[in-house]
């Protein structure tokens, strides 16, 4: 199965806060990160939390760890419609020195 | 800095074709990657590269092939495009896989988009 999962779709309205899970299987995993991937574009790097942390807060985004549910999460406050992209959740398997993405999630900001 | 550069952006190639897709950085990063995207799947893993001289296989390696001769240059050839391999394929690089996690973020090009009828 994969070991990175998300929901596929979330649509919010403008103003609204955003919240998109992500749930791994790896408890080795050190770094966990945030994507957001623009139409046409390739994916750049949001924010990322260390494992040793549960909150992480940049602006208008906030990051939750929940270590012993294996569950990640990215909050959007105050949903602007540039936020509209697809965000994916990664995780770096030290294990296997290699990072895994999720299938992403599909964010679409309602006006 | 140009940051990852891959060529070309689209392409159509016809079954049984080959092609290389070509992808450099210059920010003189360690580890190179090639995914492929497919809708409602994420990121596929291809092939990876820790360093010149050294590849290995990711999640979806059949019907590719990588070199890495220089720190720079990362090209992922196809030998008998096949429509499965119909895609948008994503390079990406980043310093290191350990330590800050500022070493370890990944730097994607803009993607080529490859069409096998």
């Known amino acids: 199965g994969e070991d990175v999962e998300q929901s596929l779709f979330l649509s919010v309205r403008e103003g609204d806060s955003s919240v998109i899970n992500c749930t791994y299987t790896?408890?080795?995993?050190?770094?966990l990160y945030w994507y957001k991937q623009e139409p046409g574009a390739g994916l750049q790097l949001l924010t990322y939390i260390f494992s040793n942390m549960d909150m992480k807060q940049d602006q208008r985004l906030t990051v939750l760890l929940n270590k012993k549910d294996k569950h990640l999460s990215l909050r959007i406050a105050d949903t602007q419609t540039g936020d509209s992209a697809i965000y994916f959740c990664a995780v770096l398997k030290t294990s296997y020195d290699k990072v895994i993405f999720g299938p992403g999630t599909s964010l679409s900001v309602i006006p | 800095n140009a940051g990852v550069t891959q060529t070309p952006k689209f392409r159509i190639l016809k079954i049984g074709q080959s092609m290389t897709l070509q992808c450099t950085q210059d920010?003189?990063?360690?580890?190179m990657y090639w995914y492929r995207q497919d809708p409602g799947m994420g990121l596929k893993l291809i092939y990876y590269?820790?360093?010149?001289?050294?590849?290995d296989k990711g999640e979806v390696p059949n019907g590719y092939n990588v070199s890495r001769s220089t720190t720079e240059d990362f090209p992922l050839r196809l030998e008998l495009a096949a429509p499965s391999q119909t895609s948008v394929y994503f390079c990406?690089?980043?310093?290191?896989?350990?330590?800050?996690?500022?070493?370890?973020?990944?730097?994607f090009g803009q993607g080529t988009r490859l069409t096998v009828v």
């Open positions: 920010m003189n990063h360690n580890y």
């Open positions: 590269s820790v360093g010149a001289g050294i590849t």
């Open positions: 790896d408890s080795s995993s050190t770094y």
């Open positions: 990406a690089s980043s310093y290191s896989s350990t330590g800050d996690a500022g070493d370890t973020e990944a730097f």
